[in-house]
Nanobody, 122 residues
């Protein structure tokens, strides 16, 4: 129903920053909670961050709390993930997803983007 497209990934040195964007095409973007997940080769998909429909509520994985910030601009149909103090272990494909409520389970989300690669060099 809602189409999601991530952008902003790339190669960055450890300690650097990147800002990912997830642009949504749909009439009811503000009715969806949004989440960011990541997946590295040979590893399971991992929850990163989530945000409520209004943007007032946020939730982070312990591994990124204090370094990453999720936000949304409903007027622009866009969700962001600001990533600071990046570490090599943050290297992964990052995907955004939409669902009825925020949470850390991928089963909560019904629409997914294609993903964007983030590579952090040491």
């Amino acid at each position: 129903q809602v189409q999601l497209v991530e952008s902003g990934g790339g190669l960055v040195q450890a300690g650097g920053s990147l800002r990912l964007s997830c642009a949504a095409s749909g009439r009811t973007f503000s009715s969806y909670a949004m989440g960011w997940f990541r997946q590295a080769p040979g590893k399971e998909r991992e929850f990163v961050a989530a945000i409520s429909r209004s943007g007032a509520g946020t939730y982070y994985a312990d591994s990124v709390k204090g370094r990453f910030t999720i936000s949304r601009d409903n007027a622009k149909n866009t969700v962001y993930l600001q990533m600071n103090s990046l570490k090599p272990e943050d290297t992964a494909v990052y995907l955004c997803a939409a669902g009825p409520i925020m949470g850390d389970s991928d089963h909560l989300y019904h629409n997914w983007g294609q993903g964007t690669q983030v590579t952090v060099s040491s």
